[in-house]
Every structure is written in structure tokens, then in C-alpha cells.
T-cell receptor, first 113, second 110 residues
Framework: KAGVTQTPRYLIKTRGQQVTLSCSPISGHRSVSWYQQTPGQGLQFLFEYFSETQRNKGNFPGRFSGRQFSNSRSEMNVSTLELGDSALYLC????????????FGPGTRLTVL | KQEVTQIPAALSVPEGENLVLNCSFTDSAIYNLQWFRQDPGKGLTSLLLIQSSQREQTSGRLNASLDKSSGRSTLYIAASQPGDSATYLCAANTGNQFYFGTGTSLTVIP
């Protein structure tokens, strides 16, 4: 069974631009979570989607948004990029919401110049 | 708010040594606790998941324990190998989200 895939793997943008990242969960998994990882803050939860609905949201500004499609694939969007948005963005999928094991993708490395 | 702490932040051991990584969390109301490893620049690989009703889980040379009442979990690695070198992260699941510790960077010296 294929693992969680994320595209693109690397991205370079400039301040003020917007970016869209994509995540395809493991087949059959309906829950997708997004995390931001930085050296200073570690892994921080962005949001979780289940059956196309945002179930939980972390403490990030409204510039960070996401959505999930009927095939469980998910996208996250960051608008008006800031230098501090440079990070590794990780997506995780699980079979059910809340209590199940999370399986992570390789991440998208975003650099904002 | 759940806070997760991992000690030590870094650990260096000679090959073959047994070692223990520590994870503590402030709120004992968790559904489970999961241990991951992360290689540099890569995503997270799930190692073990312990449900709140369990005391420990084992997989090969790895054994993880959970004591909810004291807010602690440990990851025991037996007979360490250079391939075990990585950052180890624990995550406490409250049912709404996973709260991650900052990790322990492990180096196993051949």
C-alpha cells in the first residue's frame, strides 16, 4: 500500500506570494492533519480534516487555510507569505479521526525569501 | 493546554548500549501516546503507539511504556545500532490533536 505523498517536495517563494501544498493520504484513510515544523517551535498542529470537514484547528493566523476533497486528498494554502513561514510542512493521515495511529508524508520544504 | 517535554535533548552512546528516552506530558487526559523517529530533512516514521489503557508496547528492540497518572512515557532501545541515529519524538493525543515534544537527538557511535 502506498504511503502518504506530498507535493511538491521543495518550494521557494518570495514574501507576499501565496502557496498551495498537496497531500494524498494512504488509501482508505479519511483523516488528514497538517503540521508546521521549524527549528525554533518544533512540530505545531495546523488543522485536521475528516470527510471534507475541518474538525480541529491549531493556533495559526487566517492566512493558513486548507480543504479536503471527496477522495480524501487535502490541500493547504498560505497567503501573503512571510519570512517566518519558512518551514517543513508535514501531512499525516489516519484511518479514523482522533485516536488512531498517524502516518506521515515526507513533507514539503518551503523557503520564503 | 497540553505540554510535552522530552529529556534529554541530545544523547550520544556507543554501539550496543541500551538506552532510555523520556517523555512527559502535563495533562493525563490522553487517548494514546505515539513515538516517532525522524531522520534529517525527512518526515516522521511511526514506531509505537500506546493506548491510554495500555502500560507498554513492544516492537523488536523497542519497548515503550506509559504511566498516565504520572504523565510519563519512556522509550527503551535495546542493543543500539548506528542505524538508530535519528531524532525521536513523542506525541500525546488528546483526541483533538497530537501535541509533540521537541525531540531527543540520538547518535549511536560505531
Amino acid at each position: 500500500k502506498a504511503g502518504v505523498t506530498q507535493t511538491p517536495r521543495y518550494l521557494i517563494k518570495t514574501r507576499g506570494q501565496q502557496v498551495t501544498l498537496s497531500c494524498s493520504p494512504i488509501s482508505g484513510h479519511r483523516s488528514v492533519s497538517w503540521y508546521q515544523q521549524t527549528p525554533g517551535q518544533g512540530l505545531q498542529f495546523l488543522f485536521e480534516y475528516f470527510s471534507e470537514t475541518q474538525r480541529n484547528k491549531g493556533n495559526f493566523p487566517g492566512r493558513f487555510s486548507g480543504r479536503q476533497f471527496s477522495n480524501s486528498r487535502s490541500e493547504m494554502n498560505v497567503s501573503t507569505l512571510e519570512l517566518g513561514d519558512s518551514a517543513l510542512y508535514l501531512c499525516a493521515s489516519s484511518l479514523v479521526v482522533g485516536t488512531d495511529t498517524q502516518y506521515f508524508g515526507p513533507g514539503t520544504r518551503l523557503t520564503v525569501l | 493546554k497540553q505540554e510535552v517535554t522530552q529529556i534529554p535533548a541530545a544523547l550520544s552512546v556507543p554501539e550496543g548500549e541500551n538506552l532510555v528516552l523520556n517523555c512527559s506530558f502535563t495533562d493525563s487526559a490522553i487517548y494514546n501516546l505515539q513515538w516517532f523517529r525522524q531522520d534529517p530533512g525527512k518526515g516522521l516514521t511511526s514506531l509505537l503507539l500506546i493506548q491510554s489503557s495500555q502500560r507498554e508496547q513492544t516492537s523488536g528492540r523497542l519497548n515503550a511504556s506509559l504511566d498516565k497518572s504520572s504523565g510519563r512515557s519512556t522509550l527503551y532501545i535495546a542493543a543500539s545500532q548506528p542505524g538508530d541515529s535519528a531524532t525521536y519524538l513523542c506525541a500525546a493525543n488528546t483526541g483533538n490533536q497530537f501535541y509533540f515534544g521537541t525531540g531527543t537527538s540520538l547518535t549511536v557511535i560505531p
